[in-house]
Each structure stands twice: as C-alpha cells, then as structure tokens.
C-alpha cells in the first residue's frame, strides 16, 4: 500500500506536503507530554481543501488511517498515531489563512490551521473580540481547538467553543466536502450536523475550516487577586460574585497555594491566603459602564462574608498582566518540578468544594507523601486535580501506577455528583477507556453509531475517542 500511495500523495501535494525524512517526523508522532510515542509512514502537509479532499479520497481507497493533527498540544494523545507504522499525520499547520473578518456580522473565517493567537489578533485588528482564551493560544491551532471543544480563560461568560462556532467545513473520511462556511445566528434547516464534529477529535472528518462568532472588544477590565480565607464556600462566593457584577465576570479561576509555589517564589508580593487564590475578572466593551467600582463593591461583599483574607485590585496593565501570566504558566512550572498527572475533573457549580474536600480525603489516604497541584475555571466546575510526580519517581511509571490506582478514585468521586473525567481536555487515545467505562449505555452506543456512520471504514484517527467495535458500558 504505501509506495503507490505515497507516489499518489506526492502528485497532489507536491514534495513539500509530504514529509518522509525520519528526522522530521519525530515531532509529529509524539504527544506534548511525552507520554505516547507513535509512528507513521509519512506526515502530510496540505495546503488547501481540495488537497485534503485528495488525501481522503486516497486514504478510503487504500483503506489506511489518517490522524489529523493541528497545534499538537492535546493532554489526551488526542493527535498522536498509533505505534502501527500505518497511520498517515495530516498536519492542519500550512491551512493558515485567515479568509475574512466581518465586522457587522460580527464574525471571523478562517482555515483549521491557523494559530490561536492569529484568529484573536486578525479579531483585534476589526475592533473585535474572539472570546477563546487557553494557555497554549500561541501553539495551538483553530483545528484542535474545535477538535476538542476547548474551554479555557473565559468560558463562565461566553461558553466553550461550541457556543462560538457559526460555520464549519468539514471534509469527510470518503473525501466529500460538507461546506457550511455561512455566518449566520439562526438557521434552522434540520440537523445541526456542524455539532456532530466540534468535540470529535478528528474521528469524524477533517475540520478545514470555521466561521468563529466574535463579540465588541473588551474596553474596560476590573481583576482582583482575592487571597482566600480557609473553608470558604467557593460555590456561594460565585454565586455572589456573579450576582454582585450583574454576570459581568468573564474569568473565576482558582490557584491552590501549592499550585502558585511552582510558579512564584513565597514572599512575592502577590501571595495565597490560607484558602488559596481566586482570580476574577470582569470585562465590558462599554465606556459607560464602570467595571472597576461594580468590582469593588462585589469584593467589598467578600470581606464583610469574611471569606478574603486580603484582595488586590489590578490597578495597571502591567499587573493585570502579572496576574494572568501567574495562572497562565502554572502547567509549565509543574513541568519544570518534574511533572504531574493531570485529572480535568468537572462536577456541577455547587459541588466543587464537596468535590476538593473527597478528593483530598482520597489522596491522602492511597499515600500520604503525594501533593497535589491543584488549579482552575472554578467558575465553571472545572479543576485540574493534579498529582505532582515526587521526586525520585519516574514520571511514567508513576503517572501509569496512579491511572491504575488511584485516578479511578477521583473519577468516582467526580461521577458520583454528576461529574466527569473530562471537563474541556478530550478523551484521546489516554481516556478512551474511561469513557467505555462512565457513558451511560445508551449515549454510548450513539456514539458508536455515529462513528460508525460518518466514518464506515474506521480510517478516521483510528484508535481515539471511540470505535464501533468497543462493547458497551457494563
Ligand atoms: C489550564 O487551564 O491551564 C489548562 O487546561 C492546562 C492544564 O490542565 O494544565
Ligand atoms: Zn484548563
């Protein structure tokens, strides 16, 4: 199979858009955590739809999988082929034209492979605003993110990306193109297929490219560094906070103090109460409404509550800036302490202290010594529950043995409120399993059977999400 078919590729997509040379493709088969090494016969690089249309329509014909692939950040090895030798990387990094901004549609078009960074600046420069904003903006590409339905930095306010997407373009595993690059609010001509592919981590289609829902810029900010007393009620504190800015908050992040260590040295001037951190922001795009003193008055509230140990209210960009970049880099400091096994726990809003206080419980009792990193979009029931790998420990092996042992636990936990394993971070190759194990039987047989449906020769990243022959949930 793969000399005709790379000799075909070739005729497409030129020299350039096939990549062979072993060296290079060392950055394409791996995971950015390093946790799955795959490899592939070749990464494809194409520049255009049509192109991919190509690829797919050669790939049905010689039965081989594709596994797209955008910025190459996913935590779930959502992108990465399998060890086979057989799956061919469709890299989305030269689809990266930015096609149009409209402003009074209040849309943005662009290819799946432009970077994250680029789609908000191209927003910018109209006087607009992509509200889609995660730690890997400068990495990741349009593609994954939609791959993936990302969350990120603001979602209490303007949703994941789901609730961002206007049009897509999709090319289909037998290399049809489905073309729904409109911008429109509402259009309710039957099935809302777009949906089918945002989330689906490649497995469905390859997303080309996406019409993205902008709003007015952001003129004004307030952001406060609340230092938490301990025991504070974070569920009733969001309440109060949304309630008090009138739902302006745009960001409700939680920083546990060990979580602020690996990125601060202690005694910075920016610290963590005993109950660690809330960063809050409000934003508005109108110079008539002032943020800054509907933000004092929410964060008033908190001290009379008692549940601020000190606040600090942005009074410049710069720190501003400082705050975020605190929040920001926490996962590189874990990297920097050695590492750390990463749990995306979602639970209902009301349920994330419940959830903090029976996670912490099971920690501590499979082994005392470990310590936790502990970070998020508590705003929206969203933690990264993580374990950091001790020192002297191998980061795989370790990561492996708490998968085995004690993740369960937490996912437990998470379950029993009506949680997940996965808040905004995929299920990949790394939580395929897991989600066999927690879909309820009859949404997971669905799942089964659109795969089935769009992707009939299971050549889509074969290996990720699901598989039509995977049994039901017991
Ligand atoms: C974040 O919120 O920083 C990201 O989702 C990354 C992470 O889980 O570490
Ligand atoms: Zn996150």
Not at 261 to 275: N, T
Request: proline share 6%; with cysteine; glycine share 12%.
């Amino acid at each position: 199979m793969s000399d005709e078919m790379l000799r075909a590729l070739r005729d497409e997509l030129g020299e350039a858009g096939v990549l062979t040379d072993p060296e290079r493709l060392v950055p394409y088969v791996v995971d950015q955590r390093d946790l799955v090494k795959g490899s592939t016969p070749a990464v494809l690089r194409p520049a255009s739809t049509p192109q991919v249309m190509a690829i797919m329509r050669l790939a049905a014909r010689h039965r081989v999988g594709i596994v797209p692939q955008a910025g190459n950040t996913s935590y779930c090895a959502g992108a990465t082929p399998d060890a086979s030798g057989r799956q061919f990387v469709l890299s989305l990094e030269r689809l990266d034209k930015v096609r149009s901004v409209d402003p009074l549609d209040a849309a943005l078009s662009v290819d799946a492979g432009v970077i994250l960074k680029h789609a908000q600046e191209a927003a910018e420069a109209a006087g607009l605003y992509l509200p889609l904003s995660l730690g890997s903006e400068g990495s990741c590409r349009i593609g994954g993110v939609i791959g993936t339905n990302a969350g990120g930095l603001s979602v209490l306010r303007y949703g994941m990306t789901r609730d961002l997407i206007l049009g897509l373009e999709v090319v289909l595993p037998d290399g049809t193109l489905v073309s729904d690059m409109r911008r429109l609010r509402k259009n309710n001509t039957g099935y809302d297929i777009r949906q089918n592919f945002i989330g689906a981590e490649g497995t469905l289609g390859v997303v080309t490219g996406a019409v993205l829902k902008l709003i007015p810029a952001p003129t004004r900010r307030a952001t406060a560094w609340v230092e938490l007393a301990p025991g504070v009620p974070l569920p009733e504190m969001l309440a109060l906070v949304r309630r008090e800015t009138s739902e302006l908050v745009s960001s409700f992040e939680f920083i546990t103090a060990r979580s602020l260590a690996l990125v601060r040295a202690p005694g910075g001037r920016l610290k963590s109460g005993s109950g660690g951190v809330i960063l809050v922001e409000l934003s508005s795009s109108s110079r008539h409404l002032p943020v800054e003193a509907v933000l004092e008055g929410a964060m008033g509230e908190l001290v009379e509550q008692g549940w601020a140990e000190d606040i600090i209210i942005a009074q410049t960009e710069a720190q501003r800036a400082d705050m975020w970049q605190i929040r920001e880099t926490i996962p590189e400091g874990e990297k920097r302490a050695g590492g750390s096994v990463k749990h995306d726990i979602s639970v209902p809003l009301s349920r994330t202290v419940d959830f903090l206080a029976q996670g912490g419980a099971a920690v501590a009792a499979y082994d005392p010594r470990l310590e936790l990193s502990v970070y998020g979009h508590v705003g929206d029931g969203n933690l990264h529950y993580n374990i950091l790998v001790p020192p002297g420990e191998e980061r795989l092996a370790f990561t492996a043995r708490i998968g085995r042992e004690l993740a369960p636990q937490l996912y437990d936990i998470a379950a029993g409120m009506d949680g997940t394993f996965s808040a905004e971070h995929g299920v990949g190759r790394l939580k395929r399993e897991l989600l066999q194990h927690y879909a309820d039987p009859g949404r997971y047989r669905v799942l089964r059977g659109i795969k089935g449906l769009f992707d009939p020769q299971g050549i889509m990243n074969p290996g990720a999400m699901v598989d039509p022959s995977d049994g039901l949930p017991s």
